[in-house]
């Protein structure tokens, strides 16, 4: 985590659970306001203008919120990429985010609906050859049906081996996040 734009902070609970992993702008922002205690920073200033500020690496919630129940997953871009592991569910490959789509199963076209159990990850490539088709009518197999997830391990699916920054070991240490 050398770069400001890759730099992230772990988001912690008041009882010190980790929550989820969010950007250094977020992190900022949650701290000016006064929401949050920063219990590390990272070795990485924000500079603008008129001040320098080193990046929170690990914040603490001040007031504890209750996490979602196991059925309350919100259906967001993100998430869909975190159930489908970031994998574009035709061809199987992993992608960076910013060449990631989401495709409807059943086509918006076609009255497909927004839905946890009808969009999947696809990448662009994929997600325009299907185009305004089923997958069946594609002859595109998906890798994995789509479903609502029981639960999102966000941070631990957002680090990869050799990514995780020390200070955030004594946190991550066997915790489901979502």
Request: glycine share 6%; charged share 35%.
């Given at each position: 985590m050398h770069e400001l734009a890759s730099t992230r902070t772990l988001l912690l609970n008041s009882s010190y659970e980790p929550m989820r992993i969010v950007s250094w702008q977020k992190a900022l922002i949650l701290w000016f306001q006064g929401k949050v205690e920063v219990l590390e920073y990272h070795q990485i200033f924000a500079r603008s203008v008129r001040s320098n500020h080193q990046l929170p690496s690990?914040?603490?919630l001040k007031t504890y919120v209750r996490s979602?129940?196991?059925?309350d997953i919100?259906?967001?871009?993100?998430?869909?990429?975190?159930?489908?592991d970031y994998t574009c569910q035709y061809c199987y490959e992993v992608y960076p985010t910013r060449l990631l789509t989401?495709?409807?199963?059943?086509?918006?076209?076609?009255?497909?609906?927004?839905?946890?159990?009808?969009?999947?990850t696809a990448c662009r490539e994929c997600n325009q050859k299907k185009a305004a088709r089923t997958p069946e009518q594609a002859k595109m197999p998906l890798k994995t049906p789509p479903r609502v997830p029981s639960w999102l391990p966000v941070v631990q699916w957002e680090l990869k081996p050799g990514t995780v920054p020390p200070a955030w070991l004594q946190y991550l240490a066997s915790k489901k996040v979502g």
């Open positions: 690990i914040l603490r979602r129940s196991r059925g919100r259906f967001s871009r993100e998430n869909v990429y975190i159930r489908d989401l495709d409807h199963v059943i086509p918006a076209s076609k009255d497909g609906k927004k839905t946890w159990t009808n969009v999947v």
